[in-house]
């Protein structure tokens, strides 16, 4: 994987992107049923990308860990400046333009993060199965 955190955010930016329910992007770029963009999918689709860049990165501020819910908001912000035409690629049917926009997303919600906060991996344990150790650990067994 890379060692660089702004290449791995961003790279987790885009999958999370990329999973959302069809439905979702094509309401909030306003192609849905009724042809408005609707804005307030805003926080659920911030929640939801910032759950799925959380499980394996972990932002600081200051030395301190930074809550999701101030993630998400940053998250909301730059979703909120997404321009029409943008948001309209982004749930198009053309898969290169699609792609593009999603990339361009994801690179100023990652400027914005890299910006102001310090972004590590998020540290997990070492699983064996083979050898039933669990972070060193072996396994209690009841005799």
Avoid: N
């Avoid at 982004?90 to 699609?98: E, F, H, L």
């Amino acid at each position: 994987m890379q060692d660089d955190p702004a290449k791995i955010l961003q790279l987790h930016l885009g999958i999370a992107l990329g999973c959302l329910r069809r439905t979702t992007v094509r309401g909030f770029a306003g192609c849905g049923k009724s042809r408005r963009r609707d804005l307030h999918l805003i926080p659920s689709i911030a929640a939801d990308v910032a759950r799925h860049v959380t499980v394996s990165l972990t932002f600081q501020k200051d030395g301190a860990t930074v809550i999701l819910t101030r993630i998400a908001r940053h998250i909301e912000a730059v979703l909120q400046d997404v321009p029409d035409a943008q948001a309209q690629a982004w749930a198009g049917v053309d898969a290169s333009a699609r792609d593009s926009s999603r990339d361009a997303i994801a690179a100023c919600i990652t400027r914005r993060l890299c910006g102001r906060y310090t972004i590590l991996p998020t540290p997990r344990p070492v699983i064996v199965p083979a050898s039933q150790v669990w972070c060193g650990l072996q396994e209690a067994k009841p005799d």
